[in-house]
């Protein structure tokens, strides 16, 4: 059942209360208890030092890794409780990835089609989408290209465009500018902070770039597997 | 793009790889095709052949070998005697090594009898009588042998005149060297003996009263049985030694297929670790990746199907003309033996497909994308 949450400030989409997760058998601690919430619409920006547990949380709130301990919560239902966590990777998520990870046999206007098959929309709809989504990123003229013919910028904007293939609610995105110069860089960016502000999107950006955390809603800061500060939480005060 | 694109190419994202897989299915195939339809070849031809010569029953012993053994011609006066029984006739028929060739079927028939009715002749004469040391030859046989009338053809210890070129209808009566019973007997020195009653029902008997016939035969001819065209090849232990050999031969030639494709669809799965975790990670349920590596070795096993049957089919043919089988029988390569090695090469696939999909569903997605 979905549970939301409003507090004035959105419906709560993620709730983290102690989150923790082990790799190899409990000696490595890649998260050492971290607790948050994202709200509806925020555009919030994780950073920190390579290795702080940043993109593993990435993939815990995208449901590609599981929490050792605490409770993930996406609109008040335990991601690991999920019956089925596709559904949810599916039509609620769009990831983007620093590798862009596309399919190197499939066309770009194919790539993009890739997510639509849990969609169940026909293969017209997801053609006309597909072509829609290029569109809107400026690679209309690239549809029947490979991703092996793209500039790593084109190459990021075909992902983005895969990530928003079911339309949906969240976005996150794994240092989207990381393998880029910076002038591709300042185009994806842009592009993302278009899409969030135009589609109304929830974007949950890691990046160790603090001008592109600039950017964003909300900054929160990562260090050792823990949440060291965030700008959208006001610390509590001792004073009585 | 459909959900076939995705499988497909899947499969020609490594082309040399399918493509080697493919040959290993094709040849597991075409085996199975050549070897079952040599089987089935040679129990239809023989069918046929009784259906042409206009055989209703025949009385033999057929208890080992492909052929019967011999037994006292006495017998078929018994036999002829019994209700129904319109005619009879004896046959003392053998597979022996005739000159070059290394395997004919030399048929030895009652002088008179309505197995020779049906021969009809191409070039040369009949035998004048049941004594003359003669023989005709199927036009195969002829062939075969590279004889034509006025030759003469070494049968066991005879030396036999070609006096008659036959058409029989059948192929293995076109393959057969056919003659008197009692120069065959002489030729194999088996003087008084014979290897089958030839018998024709009167019209409309009723199965029942065939039955009940086939009792009193086996009164008279205790180590003998009546059959009709169909069991006698049934019946067979050679047939049926064949048939338990090709079939062996054949699941020996799958189980090296399946092995291939498990081995192919293993190595796609492995290799293709990073996509199946993309897939998962923009929201493939594990059953549609199942679905995927399934689809993709079922298709392999199609297409190996499709590519085996056309192979078997050639192979089929060129045996066909082989001079150990030219006549001796047909292959049988009949739509349902098609369609049967076909689906038996898509359940190769998709058995084979079964593990290397298992490992695929149980992937993180996490892991399968970072490594």
């Given at each position: 059942?979905?549970?939301?949450?409003?507090?004035?400030?959105?419906?709560?989409?993620?709730?983290?209360?102690?989150?923790?997760?082990?790799?190899?058998?409990?000696?490595?601690?890649?998260?050492?208890?971290?607790?948050l919430?994202?709200?509806?619409g925020?555009?919030?920006?994780?950073?920190?030092?390579?290795?702080?547990?940043?993109?593993?949380?990435?993939?815990?709130?995208?449901?590609?890794?599981?929490?050792?301990?605490g409770?993930?919560?996406?609109?008040?239902?335990?991601?690991?409780?999920?019956?089925?966590?596709?559904?949810?990777?599916?039509?609620?998520i769009?990831?983007?990835?620093?590798s862009?990870?596309?399919?190197?046999?499939?066309?770009?206007?194919?790539?993009?089609?890739?997510?639509?098959?849990?969609?169940?929309?026909?293969?017209?709809?997801?053609?006309e989408r597909?072509?829609?989504l290029?569109r809107?990123?400026?690679?209309?003229?690239?549809?029947?290209?490979?991703?092996?013919?793209l500039?790593?910028g084109?190459?990021?904007?075909v992902?983005?465009?895969?990530?928003?293939?079911?339309?949906?609610?969240?976005?996150?995105?794994?240092?989207?500018?990381?393998?880029?110069?910076?002038?591709?860089?300042?185009?994806?960016?842009?592009?993302?902070?278009?899409l969030?502000?135009?589609?109304?999107?929830?974007?949950?950006?890691v990046t160790?770039?603090?001008?592109?955390?600039d950017?964003?809603?909300?900054?929160?800061?990562?260090?050792?597997?823990?949440?060291?500060?965030?700008?959208g939480?006001?610390?509590?005060?001792?004073?009585? | 793009?459909?959900?076939?694109?995705?499988v497909?190419?899947?499969?020609?994202?490594?082309?040399?790889?399918?493509?080697?897989?493919?040959?290993?299915?094709?040849?597991?195939?075409?085996?199975?095709?050549?070897?079952?339809?040599m089987a089935?070849?040679?129990?239809?031809?023989i069918?046929?052949?009784?259906?042409?010569?206009?055989?209703?029953?025949l009385?033999?012993?057929?208890?080992?070998?492909i052929?019967?053994?011999?037994?006292?011609?006495?017998?078929?006066?018994?036999?002829?005697?019994?209700?129904?029984?319109a005619?009879?006739t004896?046959?003392?028929m053998?597979?022996?090594?005739?000159?070059?060739?290394?395997?004919m079927?030399?048929?030895?028939?009652?002088?008179?009898?309505?197995?020779?009715n049906?021969?009809?002749?191409?070039?040369?004469?009949?035998?004048k009588?049941?004594?003359?040391?003669?023989?005709?030859?199927?036009?195969?046989?002829?062939?075969v042998?590279?004889?034509?009338?006025?030759?003469t053809?070494?049968?066991?210890?005879?030396e036999?005149?070609?006096?008659?070129?036959?058409?029989?209808?059948?192929?293995?009566?076109?393959?057969?060297?056919?003659?008197?019973?009692?120069?065959m007997?002489?030729?194999?020195?088996?003087?008084?003996?014979?290897?089958?009653?030839?018998?024709?029902?009167?019209p409309n008997?009723?199965?029942?009263?065939?039955?009940?016939?086939?009792?009193?035969?086996?009164?008279?001819?205790?180590?003998?049985?009546?059959?009709?065209?169909?069991?006698?090849?049934?019946?067979n232990?050679?047939?049926?030694?064949?048939?338990?050999?090709?079939?062996?031969?054949?699941?020996l030639?799958?189980?090296?297929?399946?092995?291939?494709?498990?081995?192919t669809?293993?190595?796609?799965?492995f290799?293709?670790?990073?996509?199946?975790?993309?897939?998962?990670?923009?929201?493939?349920?594990?059953?549609?990746?199942?679905?995927?590596?399934?689809?993709?070795?079922?298709?392999?096993?199609?297409?190996g199907?499709?590519?085996?049957?056309?192979?078997?089919?050639?192979?089929?043919?060129?045996?066909?003309?082989?001079?150990?089988?030219?006549?001796?029988?047909?292959?049988?390569?009949?739509?349902?033996?098609?369609?049967?090695s076909?689906a038996?090469?898509?359940?190769?696939g998709?058995?084979?497909?079964?593990?290397?999909?298992?490992r695929?569903s149980?992937?993180s997605?996490?892991?399968?994308?970072?490594?």
């Amino acid at each position: 059942m979905v549970e939301t949450v409003k507090n004035g400030q959105g419906t709560l989409v993620y709730e983290a209360v102690g989150l923790k997760k082990h790799y190899d058998g409990g000696k490595v601690a890649a998260l050492r208890g971290v607790d948050l919430q994202i709200r509806q619409g925020e555009f919030v920006a994780i950073v920190g030092p390579s290795g702080c547990g940043k993109s593993t949380l990435l993939q815990m709130l995208g449901s590609l890794a599981t929490a050792s301990e605490g409770v993930l919560n996406y609109r008040g239902q335990s991601i690991a409780d999920m019956a089925d966590p596709s559904e949810y990777r599916a039509h609620e998520i769009g990831f983007v990835f620093q590798s862009f990870h596309l399919l190197p046999t499939f066309t770009v206007a194919e790539n993009v089609q890739i997510p639509m098959f849990e969609g169940g929309s026909s293969r017209a709809q997801r053609i006309e989408r597909a072509t829609e989504l290029l569109r809107s990123v400026g690679l209309e003229h690239r549809l029947t290209h490979f991703p092996s013919e793209l500039s790593g910028g084109e190459r990021q904007r075909v992902a983005i465009a895969r990530g928003l293939a079911n339309k949906p609610t969240v976005v996150l995105a794994d240092e989207p500018t990381g393998n880029l110069d910076s002038v591709n860089a300042k185009q994806i960016i842009e592009l993302l902070l278009k899409l969030h502000r135009d589609l109304g999107v929830t974007l949950v950006l890691v990046t160790h770039d603090l001008a592109i955390a600039d950017l964003a809603t909300r900054t929160i800061r990562m260090k050792d597997g823990r949440v060291i500060s965030d700008s959208g939480v006001t610390p509590p005060t001792d004073s009585p | 793009m459909t959900f076939f694109t995705i499988v497909v190419r899947g499969l020609i994202r490594r082309p040399v790889r399918t493509g080697l897989t493919l040959v290993g299915i094709s040849i597991g195939i075409a085996a199975v095709v050549a070897l079952v339809g040599m089987a089935w070849g040679y129990e239809k031809s023989i069918e046929k052949q009784l259906d042409v010569i206009g055989v209703d029953l025949l009385v033999s012993n057929m208890s080992a070998g492909i052929m019967p053994k011999v037994f006292d011609e006495k017998i078929q006066e018994k036999i002829a005697k019994l209700p129904h029984v319109a005619e009879t006739t004896s046959v003392l028929m053998q597979l022996l090594s005739i000159e070059d060739a290394p395997m004919m079927m030399v048929s030895g028939r009652e002088w008179g009898g309505f197995t020779w009715n049906k021969l009809k002749i191409v070039e040369g004469r009949m035998p004048k009588d049941g004594s003359e040391q003669a023989v005709v030859l199927g036009t195969l046989a002829a062939e075969v042998l590279k004889k034509k009338v006025g030759d003469t053809v070494q049968v066991e210890t005879s030396e036999l005149a070609v006096v008659g070129i036959v058409d029989g209808g059948a192929v293995v009566e076109n393959g057969a060297i056919i003659l008197p019973i009692s120069v065959m007997q002489e030729a194999t020195g088996n003087q008084g003996r014979i290897n089958f009653v030839d018998i024709r029902l009167t019209p409309n008997t009723p199965k029942q009263t065939v039955e009940e016939l086939g009792k009193q035969i086996q009164v008279i001819f205790p180590e003998g049985r009546a059959r009709d065209a169909s069991e006698v090849v049934s019946a067979n232990q050679g047939f049926r030694i064949a048939r338990a050999m090709s079939w062996s031969t054949s699941l020996l030639a799958i189980v090296v297929g399946v092995l291939g494709v498990m081995n192919t669809m293993l190595m796609t799965v492995f290799e293709r670790t990073h996509e199946i975790g993309i897939l998962l990670a923009v929201g493939w349920k594990r059953r549609r990746i199942v679905y995927m590596v399934l689809c993709e070795s079922a298709l392999l096993g199609f297409l190996g199907g499709v590519t085996g049957v056309t192979l078997g089919a050639l192979g089929l043919k060129i045996l066909e003309f082989t001079p150990a089988i030219r006549g001796l029988l047909e292959p049988d390569l009949s739509p349902k033996l098609m369609l049967i090695s076909v689906a038996i090469a898509v359940v190769v696939g998709v058995i084979s497909g079964l593990y290397p999909a298992w490992r695929s569903s149980r992937l993180s997605p996490s892991l399968a994308i970072h490594g």
